[in-house]
């Protein structure tokens, strides 16, 4: 195994990790959101939007690929917009990844924590605010924590839809060497490539650390 | 009780009278390069309609990547190649029969860049500008037009200078793509696929530098249609055939 000579790239491995850390980040914090919103408010329109908000978890990733390349390119409004004023794209950055991932791990903590919320029981939260707690203090203390394993389970699903990311982002951020080459994507090339042994090794690798990135997590926050 | 039997005796009447039908009707599965894709559908119908019961099936796809599903036991019948190397791994890996190989067009490799705003680029070593901030090519090491790429850059003496600003692509079909989107400055392409989106991309150069880009076809070792396979490879070589992929840019061998 001279592949696990310290010559070894790790870097897909880190990119992975870094891009799935930040898309679950976007996911948890937008998922959560639209979660309590979709289960508490209702608005003209909140099924279809909320129907609208699945379609990643329904489209092929590479759908997700071409309409982000669309809609955030350089010939779009906001691609040519960024460019013009910051001199930035977000196609072929690692940036585009994350976005990527994000989006098509929204969907599974957006269900997961709307139906959290739909499960908590209102009279707890009326019986805070008899105790003068502010609306803000109610979630906090009270709604979140009751939907907290709800929201939890969403996330770890989100963690690895976004590890496992690979048609959208590919399109997206391209396949760079060291820029935005993520673990998947290396994956691939190695098997195209005909380089079983690196493929293998990494295979290895990822599924190891997903498992122990799931086992940790789970501990961790459903103990608190 | 008697109706049943009789539609069951009717369905496999029906069953039986239909089987030399299925015989008949055959199924060839073709793996060709991507650059391929549009004569090849035009080839592909004139072959079914000079053979009835004859159905074409196409599978496009980078020439590295078709070659790595033939040798996990994909069923094709035809191989076509956008390069020799890759044709070559096949047969060393016992894949096809060699002695069934044969050439059947040729192409050229051209830099290209975005119709609209695209910058004016004279000479291979323009790519080393700093407003040429990406230049897309198919891989390097599995992509035939990356590696007349390679060639050409070699011959250049451009490879490592260039190389931050590579995007690498799955087949030469993304690299027009992101070309013809404007996401890249500039990328190497084959001349009929610059001429397929001659209103997104214009050719700034033909790069020179690279063994001569020629396609080889030849019958996959595993084939259970070998002679509908042959019939294939000799229609290519045929003048209706050659005036089709003449009309998409493609040259004789």
């Known amino acids: 195994m001279s592949v696990l000579a310290a010559s070894f790239d790790w870097f897909p491995l880190l990119l992975s990790l870094k891009v799935a850390a930040v898309a679950t980040l976007l996911a948890l914090v937008a998922g959560t959101a639209l979660g309590w919103l979709f289960a508490r408010v209702s608005f003209p329109g909140s099924s279809v939007l909320e129907a609208a908000l699945m379609l990643p978890l329904v489209l092929p990733p590479t759908v997700i690929g071409y309409g982000i390349l669309v809609a955030l390119g350089r010939r779009s409004a906001v691609g040519g917009w960024l460019r013009e004023h910051f001199d930035y794209t977000i196609i072929f950055s690692w940036h585009g990844a994350v976005v990527a991932s994000a989006l098509v791990a929204l969907p599974l903590v957006l269900k997961s924590a709307s139906a959290a919320f739909a499960g908590v029981d209102r009279t707890m939260e009326a019986a805070a605010r008899t105790l003068r707690q502010s609306p803000w203090s109610v979630f906090v203390r009270v709604t979140l924590p009751l939907a907290w394993p709800g929201i939890l389970a969403g996330t770890l699903l989100a963690y690895a839809r976004a590890m496992g990311e690979f048609g959208a982002s590919l399109m997206v951020a391209g396949s760079i060497p060291h820029q935005t080459q993520t673990l998947s994507m290396a994956i691939y090339d190695a098997v195209q490539a005909g380089q079983n042994d690196t493929a293998l090794v990494l295979v290895i690798v990822t599924s190891v650390i997903s498992i122990a990135v799931l086992v940790a997590s789970n501990r961790y926050f459903s103990l608190r | 009780m008697h109706a049943p039997v009789a539609a069951l005796r009717r369905t496999l009447l029906a069953a039986l009278l239909a089987l030399p039908l299925a015989a008949l009707a055959q199924q060839l599965t073709v793996s060709a390069a991507a650059s391929l894709t549009d004569a090849f559908k035009e080839i592909g119908q004139m072959f079914e309609a000079g053979k009835p019961g004859t159905t074409v099936r196409f599978n496009f796809a980078a020439s590295g990547v078709l070659v790595q599903q033939i040798a996990q036991g994909a069923p094709v019948d035809v191989f076509a190649s956008a390069d020799q190397a890759t044709m070559n791994r096949g047969i060393e890996q016992k894949l096809i029969d060699a002695d069934t190989r044969r050439d059947f067009a040729a192409n050229s490799v051209v830099l290209i860049v975005p119709a609209q705003g695209g910058l004016d680029l004279k000479a291979v070593g323009d790519l080393a500008r700093p ?79 690279h063994t001569p880009v020629t396609y080889p076809v030849a019958v996959i070792g595993e084939s259970r249609h070998k002679a509908l396979a042959k019939d294939f490879i000799a229609y290519l070589q045929t003048p209706a055939a050659q005036a089709v992929l003449e009309r998409f840019g493609f040259t004789k061998p």
Do not use: C, W
Not at chain 2, 149 to 160: G, I
Not at chain 2, 183 to 194: I, L, M, Q, S, W
């Open chain 2, 131 to 209: 407003e040429v901030r990406r230049i897309a090519i198919g891989k390097l090491d599995t992509v035939p037009v990356g590696r007349y790429t390679k060639q050409v850059l070699d011959s250049a003496r451009a490879v490592s200078a260039l190389e931050p600003k590579f995007v690498q692509a799955d087949s030469v079909r993304q690299v027009l793509d992101y070309v013809a989107r404007g996401e890249v400055e500039a990328g190497f392409v084959y001349r009929t696929d610059a001429a397929l989106m001659a209103d997104k991309v214009k050719v700034a150069l033909t790069a020179t530098g």
